[in-house]
C-alpha cells in the first residue's frame, strides 16, 4: 500500500515484512473476500488482486458503502455466503 500511495518513496521508506501473495500461495481453507468498490483504504483492484492469487475455494463478494460497513449493510447476504463456503465461526 505504501509503495501504491507514495510509490517511490514509500518502497524506500517501509519495507515488506509480510508478503500476501506468498502467504495465499500457502493458504488452502475457504477464503471469502468481501471487498467495496467505495473503499477509500484499499483500492478495489488489489482485494481483486488477491483473490486471483488465492488458491480454491473461494469466494468474492463485491459489495458498496466504506470499507468496514459491509456487516451493517449486508449481514444476511455475508452470513449466507460464510455458510455456503462451510467456513465455520
Known sequence: MAA???GFLG?????????????????????LVIH???????PFEL??????EANEPKAFYEIRQCHICGLNF???SIAGRIEKMGIRH
Open 74 to 76: 449486508y449481514p444476511d
Open 11 to 31: 518502497r524506500i521508506f517501509l519495507t515488506e515484512k509480510h508478503n500476501g501473495s506468498e502467504s495465499l500461495k500457502k493458504y488452502r481453507n475457504p477464503f
Open 36 to 42: 467495496s468498490i467505495e473503499d477509500q483504504t484499499i
Open 4 to 6: 501504491k500511495k507514495y
Open 47 to 52: 482485494g481483486k488482486r488477491m483473490f486471483d
